[in-house]
């Protein structure tokens, strides 16, 4: 079971209806992402399926700002037509 201790909340005053003055930036600087990392990290002995349904060990192993193949077929890497 998880404990308050587990969740992290990042509270962001303003509407979006009204529009926010919100920084994301600010907010991005702000987040620490070992701390929200580490809040519930897998120990020996665990399934690591079993609470997200996902490796949570290889996922811990892996940096989260990892470089990513571009896995897109290659007609559609330069779209010949404006994106929405």
Same mark, same amino acid.
């Given at each position: 079971m998880f404990s308050k201790e587990d969740c992290s909340v990042i509270v962001i005053r303003g509407s979006p209806s009204q529009g926010s003055d919100v920084d994301w930036d600010d907010? *991005?600087?702000?987040?620490e992402e070992r701390r929200?990392?580490?809040a519930r990290k *897998?120990? &020996? &002995?665990e399934d690591p399926y079993r609470l997200y349904a996902f490796n949570q060990r290889?996922?811990?192993r892996i940096p989260s700002d990892r470089a990513i193949r571009d896995t897109r077929h290659y007609r559609f890497l330069h779209?010949?037509?404006?994106l929405p």
């Open positions: 907010l *991005w600087d702000q987040f929200y990392l580490s *897998w120990k &020996g &002995g290889e996922s811990e779209p010949s037509h404006p």
